[in-house]
């Protein structure tokens, strides 16, 4: 079945620096990649969506120049978090999906806390 | 947006016993899916069920759909431990809050 590989799977960094999340889809070509942000106990929260070779469409809210994704080829796509502030602490997950997919398939997620 | 709406938020069972949750939706939608959460990790996704769709199996699975209601529910039957895990249902790319599920052996 499709895999999705998400690295780190947790990183704990100082207020200031930016961390970078990949996301990989190990066997098939994502046209379309997602990344959310879960706070604890709540439920997933789509941060931006990115099509393979075009800029990501960011969801109302969600700075664009704070959570910077690039998704350059078909199987990668990746979240870089600049500037961390405590409050950007949280589990950010991608998901993937295919060209004509219905379904998404999910990394593992990758906890980030600021210090 | 969040438009898939579960209930309850959480749901305490014995093993064995089923489990149901649902979930309500807002605007119209190509199909509606459901995916499992264990603790701190990624999304499992479990079953699709388009809107021309009323009932979906999948081994322990069931699943339905009224779009008159726009509503689904799912039914885990003969629960075990390891059924326990949050439940989100997503209608396009939009999660719903989960409904959190414990087993007790």
């Known amino acids: 079945g499709a895999v999705v590989s998400q690295h780190p799977s947790w990183v704990i960094c100082k207020s200031g620096t930016s961390v970078k999340i990949e996301c990989r889809s190990l066997d098939f070509q994502a046209t379309t990649m997602f990344w959310y942000r879960q706070f604890p106990k709540q439920s997933l929260m789509l941060m931006a969506t990115s099509n393979e070779g075009s800029k990501a469409t960011y969801e109302q809210g969600v700075e664009k120049d704070k959570f910077l994704i690039n998704h350059a080829s078909l199987t990668l796509s990746t979240l870089t978090v600049t500037s961390a502030h405590p409050e950007d602490s949280s589990f950010y997950i991608c998901?993937?999906?295919?060209?004509?997919?219905?379904?998404?398939?999910f990394g593992a997620g990758s906890r980030l806390t600021v210090l | 947006s969040q438009q898939g709406e579960e209930d309850p938020q959480a749901l305490s069972i014995q093993e064995g016993e089923n489990a149901t949750m649902n979930c309500s939706y807002k605007?119209?939608?190509?199909?509606l899916q459901w995916y499992r959460q264990n603790s701190g990790r990624g999304l499992v996704h479990l079953i699709l069920?388009?809107?021309?769709?009323r009932e979906k199996h999948s081994g322990r699975l069931r699943v339905t759909l009224d779009t008159s209601k726009k509503s689904s529910s799912l039914l885990i039957t003969a629960s075990r431990a390891a059924d326990t895990a949050s439940y989100f249902c997503a209608t396009d790319y939009d999660f719903g809050k989960g409904t959190k599920l414990t087993v007790n052996p």
């Open positions: 998901s993937a999906q295919g060209s004509g997919a219905n379904v998404l398939t």
């Open positions: 605007t119209s939608i190509n199909n």
């Open positions: 069920i388009r809107s021309n769709e």
